[in-house]
């Protein structure tokens, strides 16, 4: 068996399972047979084991380890061995009836109670890789708008060449159809495909159809959740978003839930999929106040306003759910047609339609509350990405889609700035040595930065805080980017025209 004590290694394995709760002590050996017979072996002695794991990355690394040995990765890559070390998992886990059992269980007594479960269950059970997660770097930034929130996403490991060599041979399959489709649960996975024998869902009624809840894997933030359509079908922003929307936080009003925008460039998504995204976190522009209160004729019981926020957002909030869909479908529908060239909005380019809207819903109390966050994908020569997408001048930091959870002011950025950050730091700590580090390939893109910064007379001893915040400076210009009506008097008077067209 090599170097791997196999027997001690599955033994810390079952222990860690018991512990969490994946598996009662009469499923044990039980569970330990499921394991052998993976890994093609018929010899087993349970080892005692003292330790509490936190979580089970180490004893999967070493049976991934064994399982490499023997060829049965191959190739021995991070993909290959998350594809088995997920079959080694499943041998622990419940039976997706028995979690959906338990979840509406608990849910009877406490919704939140159920969450719990369902939250520390994909955390215990290795579908949310918490040693991988808790790398993640985050920090918050005060901006005019509030604290904004920066993340450096590392849970997401990039593709080795072995990988995308893999990927690109691998025969393609029409099943499941997407990432997001609800038979993943239990799928082995492929090499373009993630594998996910240790996914459980939980099946939600939302206006009368079939949706289901899950758990990101890559949290990026408390209990980030898919709320995912079992139907495949594209994502389309409409008065039936906003009743499923709203009827998702009456199932758990604990939570929040947004849906990405429907067209490319603003949809920052999987739109092959009607889906959602919420959790139990508040973001920053939740938490900004009102700009200006207006009135909508015939919508006496909605209380709606303008946000205080770089981008362009409508708060409509009500007790009364039928009157707040119908204000929010009106104003899509006018938004959807609506054209202001002094803005720079255009809602078509012949056929080519550019407006859409980006819905979050959450309550206060026995209040509902509804931000409707007005979005154009259109693009212009001189703006080919988009216009109301990160400018050119902040592709250094971010070049990627501006999606639901950066529009509600959390920042997800590419592993690459991680280290560019820190050589930043190192130039500004060090001046004599920039010129070689900015001899880099990747850290040209970053010379006007780095001027900016030493303009502003950043020392050695403040140059990390600096380069922090100055990462959230540019999100929040980033954010200011993509809205439609800028935060100017020009554009304060373009928003009330809008919403006198309502």
């Known amino acids: 068996m090599g170097t791997v004590d196999l027997s001690l290694e599955i033994s810390r394995l079952l222990c860690y399972g018991l512990q969490k709760g994946l598996l009662a002590p009469e499923d044990a050996a039980y569970s330990a047979n499921r394991i052998l017979a993976l890994l093609g072996i018929s010899e087993f002695e349970w080892k005692p084991v003292e330790e509490k794991l936190r979580f089970p990355a180490e004893p999967l690394e070493r049976i991934c380890d064994w399982a490499a040995e023997q060829s049965l990765i191959d190739p021995d890559t991070l993909d290959g061995r998350d594809l088995f070390d997920t079959e080694v998992m499943n041998c622990l886990m419940p039976r997706p009836s028995e979690v959906v059992s338990k979840f509406y269980g608990l849910y009877e007594r406490n919704k939140k109670a159920a969450t719990d479960y369902y939250y520390g269950l994909s955390r215990s059970s290795n579908y949310i890789r918490v040693d991988r997660v808790e790398k993640d770097r985050m920090w918050t930034v005060p901006t005019k708008y509030g604290e904004l929130v920066v ?30 489709c609800r038979e993943n649960e239990g799928y082995r996975g492929t090499a373009n495909q993630a594998a996910r024998g240790n996914h459980r869902l939980i099946p939600l009624s939302l206006c009368g159809e079939r949706w289901f809840l899950q758990y990101s894997p890559y949290v ?30 009456t199932v758990l009003p604990h939570y929040f839930v947004g849906s990405n925008a429907d067209l490319p460039i603003v949809g920052g998504s999987i739109l092959s999929h009607d889906h959602f995204q919420g959790g139990n976190y508040e973001f920053p522009m939740a938490k900004a106040p009102l700009r200006e209160q207006v009135r909508f004729s015939g919508f006496e019981t909605v209380s709606a306003g303008i946000v205080d926020w770089p981008m362009s957002v409508l708060r409509l909030r009500s007790a009364d759910r039928e009157s707040l869909i119908e204000l929010a479908d009106r104003i899509l529908a ?56 990160p400018h050119g001048e902040y592709h250094h930091i971010k070049k990627e889609n501006i999606g639901l959870i950066e529009v509600m002011g959390l920042a997800i950025l590419p592993p690459r700035l991680l280290q560019e950050a820190e050589l930043m730091e190192q130039a500004l700590s060090c001046p004599e040595g920039a010129e070689e580090i900015f001899k880099r390939p990747e850290m040209e893109k970053h010379l006007d930065w780095y001027a900016d910064l030493k303009a502003a007379g950043v020392t050695a001893e403040n140059a990390g805080r600096a380069v922090r915040e100055s990462v959230g400076k540019i999100f929040e210009k980033i954010l200011g980017n993509a809205g439609v009506f800028k935060d100017t008097e020009a554009g304060e008077a373009a928003f009330l025209r809008f919403c006198k067209a309502i």
């Open 151 to 180: 993340t450096i996403n590392l849970s997401k490991p990039e593709k080795d060449p072995k990988a995308i060599a893999a990927a690109r041979n691998a025969p393609q399959s029409g099943y499941p159809k997407c990432a997001l």
């Open 334 to 389: 006018k938004w959807r047609g609506y054209s202001d060239e002094s803005a720079e909005v255009l809602a078509f380019t012949g056929e080519t339609p550019h407006n859409t809207i980006t819905p979050i819903a959450r309550r206060r109390g026995e209040e509902y509350e509804l931000d409707l966050v007005l979005r154009n994908n259109r693009t212009t020569e001189e703006h080919p990405l988009g216009l109301f997408h």
């Open 220 to 249: 990026y933030y408390n209990e980030h959740c898919i709320v995912l359509s079992e139907e495949h079908r594209p994502m389309k922003v409409s008065r039936a978003s906003f009743e499923r929307l709203l009827d998702f936080v």
